[in-house]
């Protein structure tokens, strides 16, 4: 007798899940229809993902019940997202996220985003480079854009943010359009994350759907900021290093340093490269080190693109760059020199297509660093302070 009723009682939980797929029998669509309602009951009283309901909901729908096989297989996949969610194992973000909640979301982010960069083209590297330092600390929980408070020492202050990180009062102007359309819907770690997507595109690099459905982090963490993000004095290993504990590989990590195709950078990162590097275009170094002088202090902030070619398209240039020794951080020409990522910059350097391609699947990956959903978190009001 297949299990055509399934007793209200048993709750979405890992040994039900178990118990179900190892007695389940080819079933009925009544089955799956029961499967599917606990689902949203679950959703509705705990603290399952939302997304994760979604998913389960619209499973079902495309199967054929006279194919045993793969009804079987769906209930399967039904019962492990059932846990996997409850576990909170899976981070469940989705491009649909507020596809009904905020349907005007995305052309809000997009034109602010335009007349954003339009106005001050860096602006789309500034952005990008936000959701980097987010995405490093703590995961993209927007704790980079929570200001100091008596209450709270935010990241902003943190070495590589302070004096460096722009582009707050962009996400400030975003935050509270989106809040005038959908007020309490969407959070800042969400808009941060599309916000970069954008800047990229409208330097004319590539697009993608953004997965949606992170929440806004109530806590901040100075320390992780100081020791998560890498230094531009770092060598390749301690980058491996770095975007490894995050669950980046050594490719992510060259597609996503990609990103200094656009931007700039201030003296004090590149100094001690154009002074004292030996692996550096002469001509190079010495006209960079017009814009710098060789101590510390006033020239500090004087800034230089971090791609010579071409700092306001996003293109390859900076993997070109690369290859004819013209990286302006040590970290840049870590990346080609005889070290292990040497192929992964070349093929880069000679196939743009191939970088746009791979820095979209690493900022997707990039963007799902542990990231709050279902209950946990908040829906900030403001991004600069938790509710
Ligand atoms: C691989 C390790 C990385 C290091 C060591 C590094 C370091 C730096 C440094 C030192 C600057 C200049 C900051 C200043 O002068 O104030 C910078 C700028 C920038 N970084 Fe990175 N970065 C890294 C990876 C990334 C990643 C993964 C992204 C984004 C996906 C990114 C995006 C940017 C952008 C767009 C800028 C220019 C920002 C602007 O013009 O406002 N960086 N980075
Ligand atoms: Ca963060």
Request: hydrophobic share 40%.
């Amino acid at each position: 007798m297949p299990c055509t009723r399934l007793p209200r009682s048993v709750p979405c939980r890992p040994t039900h899940a178990t118990t179900l797929l190892r007695n389940h029998r080819p079933a009925s669509g009544h089955y799956i229809a029961q499967l599917r309602e606990r689902a949203s009951d679950t959703a509705a009283s705990s603290s399952f993902n939302l997304q994760g309901s979604a998913r389960l909901q619209s499973l079902p729908l495309h199967i054929d019940p006279s194919m045993a096989a793969s009804l079987r297989w769906t209930v399967a996949v039904a019962a492990v997202a059932c846990v996997l969610a409850l576990q909170g194992a899976v981070a469940q973000l989705s491009p649909t996220f507020y596809d009904s909640s905020c349907p005007k979301l995305q052309s809000i982010v997009r034109s602010a985003m335009a007349a954003a960069v339009q106005q001050e083209p860096r602006m789309g590297a500034s952005i990008l480079r936000l959701f980097f330092h987010d995405c490093f600390v703590q995961g993209c929980d927007a704790s980079v854009l929570l200001d100091d408070s008596p209450t709270l020492t935010g990241e902003k202050n943190a070495g590589p943010n302070a004096n460096s990180l722009r582009g707050y009062e962009v996400i400030d102007s975003i935050k509270s359009q989106v809040e005038a359309a959908c007020p309490g819907t969407v959070s800042c770690a969400d808009i941060l994350a599309l916000a970069a997507r954008d800047g990229v595109n409208l330097l004319s690099g590539p697009t993608w759907a953004v997965p949606l459905g992170r929440r806004d982090t109530r806590t901040a963490s100075q320390s992780a900021a100081n020791s998560n993000l890498p230094s531009p004095s770092s060598s390749a290993a301690t980058l491996v290093s770095a975007f490894a504990s995050k669950g980046l590989d050594s490719r992510d990590l060259v597609a996503l340093s990609g990103a200094h195709t656009i931007g700039a950078a201030r003296c004090a990162t590149f100094r001690s490269r154009v002074y004292n590097d030996t692996n550096i275009n002469a001509g190079f170094a010495a006209k960079r080190r017009q814009i710098c002088g060789a101590q510390p202090g006033g020239t500090d902030g004087n800034l230089a693109p971090l791609d010579a070619m071409s700092s306001v398209k996003f293109d390859n240039g900076y993997f070109r760059n690369l290859v004819a020794q013209f990286g302006l951080l040590h970290s840049d020409q870590e990346l080609f020199g005889g070290g292990a990522v040497d192929s992964v910059t070349a093929g880069y350097a000679r196939n743009g297509a191939a970088f746009a391609r791979d820095f979209v699947t690493a900022m997707v990956k990039m963007g799902n660093i542990s990231p709050l959903t279902g209950a946990s978190g908040e829906i900030r009001a403001n991004c600069r302070k938790p509710n």
